[in-house]
């Protein structure tokens, strides 16, 4: 089910750019401050109706995790979060897209570790450039809140003296920029 019309867009098939995209997250360490990563393996596609209709679908790798920290990527590789040996994709399918002032909210499928949930996403439509002799590009910035144990990460690495090393919230954010392909 899709709802709203993404006019502004020329209907076809939009690839996800990343090059110039970032698929990122911040989750709350020790209770006082936030640890921020970001994944460097993802595709995806916009694809846009003559109506104006939309779709979209995304898939990251979850091995190529990076937070700047060798030892703590290799742990969040492991079974103790993303269990990227035996669930080595995550992906977002959209379920449908509603206009919000000259933005929009996206609803979707998001799968990690073999769990999917509903996901909801504030997107803010950066707008549409005729780019740089490759075709049109649009970019869009997107956020929302997810809790990882909703998805299976139940690790508890709790403070002794109260709390826990990680929240179980987790902010996606993603800068995306996609070019036409068709």
Do not use: C, Y
């Not at 091995?63 to 979060?81: C, K, M, P, V, Y």
């Not at 080595?88 to 999917?116: H, L, Q, Y």
């Not at 990882?148 to 709790?158: A, K, Q």
């Amino acid at each position: 089910m899709t709802t709203g019309t993404t006019n502004a867009l020329t209907a076809g098939t939009w690839a996800i750019d990343p090059t110039h995209s970032t698929l990122g997250f911040s989750v709350r360490h020790l209770m006082v401050s936030k640890v921020r990563g970001r994944f460097t393996d993802f595709s995806g596609t916009l694809v846009i109706g003559a109506d104006g209709a939309a779709s979209a679908d995304v898939e990251i790798r979850v091995d190529s995790i990076t937070t700047d920290n060798e030892q703590r990527d290799g742990h969040l590789r492991t079974a103790d979060f993303f269990h990227a040996e035996e669930f080595p994709v995550a992906t977002f399918k959209s379920t449908g897209f509603r206009v919000n002032g000259g933005d929009f909210v996206v609803d979707g499928e998001f799968t990690i570790r073999g769990v999917t949930k509903p996901v909801t996403l504030d997107v803010e439509f950066l707008g549409v450039n005729p780019g740089m002799g490759q075709g049109p590009v649009a970019g869009f910035e997107a956020k929302t809140v997810i809790n990882r144990r909703d998805f299976g990460i139940t690790i508890d690495m709790p403070l002794p003296d109260g709390g826990a090393v990680i929240g179980d919230k987790i902010t996606l954010s993603l800068e995306v920029e996609v070019a036409l392909q068709s």
